[in-house]
């Protein structure tokens, strides 16, 4: 890519005394010439028309391979009229693309980014645009990014979760992961500075240190962590500050996490936001059982506007039980544990909404018939998404795709605040159509 600067390489063009000063001050790397500073832009460095010609000028695979992994059109400058551009990253089999397109009926060019190959091939099924890599490969510098004005984070939650290990609570892995979060913002000049005719403030100052800092190496920053997943979640820092460090116009960040969700973590990657002078960051604790899904599904929700406050989310409470939702015998009893006691039991009732929904609701079945199991079909209406949902691969990976949802329904209210779009009446419709049976008051809704 233009302008990135290779490691470890002293131009042979430097005086000597220009030599001896970039191996003391910056060691044996790669620096501008104090001529450089006055060059012409080239290439992908250019703006505008110039970038758009330069770009024309290039044979379709050309374009291709400066583009890969993303689309060609992402090269090219973001114009008024068209869908603004995202990325939706973990974004599984597409539940947050779900909320935005299918209960909003909005449009984005939103790009979702999962390692799972069932997941991506279910998104790009259903209308997402998807991308089978890991988030690690993401890179904020790339070209084809510099237009992102939304991300939306849904990363892996099983070191945070209740039904993990819970390994990324550990004091050690909070503190690798904090300060890795800080290192990360320093080093794309997202710093604090004191001071000024406002008095002492705090405000991003993104700078050039950051073109000497690879993403892996930024990475390698949370390797000491013995909670893998955990440590993902530098990504809503190291990708959202990257992308402002490159200059893209992002405007909105959504995170979606467990609920249990440290602290000190929410307060670490909010904080940085707030220094890069954004008016609006806020955490809530949202379920989306209170938004109409069938089942319950808590999850820790980070909200963040460039130029808007942000109020807290209000959930409608809507309530839909699971039997309505799939049309069985509200006094029906669901074993999801076969013979096996636990504390928190291993039966309930249908005819509610029900714990939320686990990967492990392939094998749950009717306490009275063990062949009785839930269909795809109906795991799809019970996480609150159609029936026809085109979930691909086995029965287990499709139960452990929508088990990882992002809950639509949750997606949708949050996605409509950031937009400023009127959501209510549009969830109130999408769930007149899913569920007829117990919400068909709302079919007529006014959704415009």
């Not at 500075?193 to 050039?208: K, M, N």
């Not at 029965?395 to 949750?410: A, E």
Request: a negative charge; hydrophobic letters at 40%.
């Amino acid at each position: 890519m233009a302008g990135v600067i290779e490691q470890n390489t002293v131009p042979a063009s430097l005086s000597a005394n220009e030599r001896e000063w970039c191996e003391e001050c910056c060691g044996p790397c790669e620096c501008w010439r104090p001529e450089d500073d006055e060059r012409e832009p080239q290439g992908l460095e250019l703006d505008g028309e110039a970038l758009v010609a330069y770009l024309d000028s290039l044979t379709d695979e050309q374009r291709q391979e400066v583009a890969g992994p993303w689309p060609v059109r992402w090269l090219y400058p973001w114009q008024e009229g068209e869908p603004q551009r995202g990325l939706n990253v973990c974004g599984g089999c597409g539940g947050g693309c779900a909320g935005l397109r299918l209960v909003l009926g909005f449009e984005l060019d939103l790009i979702c980014v999962d390692t799972s190959k069932d997941a991506t091939t279910t998104a790009r099924a259903a209308g997402c645009n998807a991308l089978c890599m890991d988030v690690r490969e993401v890179d904020p510098r790339h070209p084809a990014l510099r237009w992102t004005a939304y991300a939306v984070f849904t990363m892996p939650c099983p070191d945070w979760s209740i039904a993990g290990k819970r390994l990324g609570h550990l004091p050690e892995n909070i503190k690798i992961l904090t300060d890795a979060i800080t290192d990360v913002a320093e080093a794309y000049g997202n710093v604090w500075r004191f001071g000024g005719h406002d008095g002492d403030v705090s405000t991003a100052v993104f700078g050039t240190p950051w073109e000497h800092v690879t993403v892996a190496e930024m990475w390698s920053w949370v390797d000491g962590m013995n909670a893998k997943t955990a440590g993902l979640m530098l990504a809503p820092v190291l990708i959202g500050m990257g992308l402002l460090a490159a200059g893209a116009p992002l405007q909105s960040v959504i995170i979606e996490q467990a609920w249990t969700l440290p602290e000190d973590v929410k307060s670490a990657i909010g904080m940085e936001y707030i220094v890069a002078g954004w008016d609006g960051v806020r955490w809530d604790i949202l379920d989306a059982g209170d938004f109409g899904s069938p089942s319950t599904r808590r999850r820790a929700i980070m909200m963040a506007s460039r130029d808007q406050r942000l109020d807290a989310v209000e959930a409608p409470g809507i309530t839909t039980w699971a039997s309505d939702a799939i049309g069985w015998d509200p006094e029906t009893w669901i074993n999801t544990r076969g013979v096996r006691k636990t504390a928190g039991g291993n039966e309930f009732k249908l005819g509610r909404t029900i714990p939320g929904i686990t990967s492990k609701i392939r094998g749950w079945y009717d306490a009275d018939d063990s062949e009785h199991r839930f269909t795809i079909e109906e795991v799809c209406l019970l996480v609150g998404l159609p029936s026809d949902f085109p979930v691909v691969g086995s029965r287990t990976s499709q139960c452990q795709q929508l088990g990882d949802i992002f809950s639509p329904l949750v997606a949708a209210a949050v996605w409509g605040i950031l937009l400023r779009i009127e959501w209510v009446p549009r969830l109130l419709r999408y769930l007149a159509e899913q569920y007829p049976q117990v919400h068909r008051q709302y079919l007529y809704t006014d959704a415009a």
